[in-house]
C-alpha cells in the first residue's frame, strides 16, 4: 500500500515553510573627499651638496656635510591634475675641517611651479612639481660671512607625499643652481643639491 503523502506529521515534527535564500547585504561604496584645490605648506629638510666639479673639489679637500633646508610654497589647481604655484627656499652648510679654514655657504631659491597630481584623495596624495626660477648664494672660506653672492637659474623636480586630513607632508626633491664663480674658489658653483624634508600643510 502506497504512504499516504497527507498522513499526520510525526510527534515533534515543526512545519518551516520555504523561504528564498536572503541575499548578502551590499555595502555602501566608500565615500573620500578628494584633494584640495588649494594648497600651502612649510617644510624643514636636510640634502646633500651640489653636483658641479667645484662641490666635487671641495668634497675632496674635506669640505662635505649636509645643507639645512627650509621651503615655502603654495599652489592652486587650475585642473583637477594640474596647478600652479609658488616654491621659495633656503639652505645653509657649514663645513669646518681639523685645522682648517671654516666654509660656509648660503643660497636663496625662489621659482614657479607646476603640481601635478598623481594619485590620492584628502587622506594621501602623491604629486611631482617641476620648478623653474631664480636662485642666488654666496660660497666663502673663512670670513665672517659677508662674502659676495652669485646668482643663476635654478632648476628642479619634487616628489611629495600630502595628508590634507592629517595637514602633514613628506618631500624629496632634486635642484640644480648653477651660479658663477664664487670669489677665488674657481669653477661654477652649484647651490642646489639633492634633499629630503617633512612639513606642514593646508589646503582647500
Same mark, same amino acid.
Given at each position: 500500500?502506497? @504512504? ?31 584633494? @584640495? ?7 624643514? *629638510? ?8 667645484? !662641490? ?13 633646508? =627650509?621651503?615655502? !610654497? ?5 585642473? @583637477?591634475?594640474? *596647478? ?35 594619485? *590620492? ?23 665672517? *660671512? ?14 611629495? &607625499?600630502? =595628508? ?7 618631500? &624629496? ?8 664663480? @664664487? ?6 658653483? !652649484? ?14
Amino acid at each position: 500500500m502506497a @504512504p499516504n503523502p497527507y498522513a499526520t506529521p510525526p510527534p515533534g515534527y515543526a512545519y518551516r515553510p520555504w523561504r528564498p535564500p536572503v541575499p548578502p547585504p551590499v555595502l555602501a561604496p566608500k565615500i573620500t573627499d578628494p584633494a @584640495p584645490r588649494f594648497f600651502v605648506r612649510i617644510d624643514l *629638510g636636510f640634502g646633500t651638496r651640489g653636483f658641479s666639479e667645484n !662641490d666635487t673639489l671641495l668634497a675632496e679637500s674635506g669640505f662635505g656635510g649636509l645643507k639645512l633646508w =627650509s621651503t615655502l !610654497d603654495g599652489a592652486y589647481m587650475i585642473h @583637477p591634475r594640474v *596647478g600652479a604655484g609658488l616654491w621659495m627656499g633656503l639652505n645653509r652648510r657649514l663645513a669646518e675641517p681639523d685645522e682648517s679654514a671654516r666654509l660656509h655657504e648660503v643660497a636663496y631659491f625662489i621659482a614657479g611651479q607646476a603640481p601635478i597630481h598623481l594619485w *590620492g584623495d584628502s587622506l594621501l596624495s602623491l604629486q611631482v612639481a617641476p620648478r623653474l626660477g631664480f636662485a642666488t648664494g654666496m660660497l666663502e672660506l673663512g670670513g665672517d *660671512g659677508g662674502g659676495h653672492f652669485d646668482s643663476g637659474v635654478m632648476w628642479g623636480l619634487g616628489a611629495s &607625499a600630502m =595628508s590634507f586630513d592629517y595637514h602633514l607632508s613628506a618631500t &624629496a626633491s632634486f635642484m640644480r643652481a648653477q651660479a658663477g664663480p @664664487p670669489g677665488l674658489l674657481g669653477g661654477d658653483h !652649484d647651490f642646489g643639491g639633492l634633499y629630503f624634508a617633512i612639513g606642514g600643510l593646508i589646503g582647500g
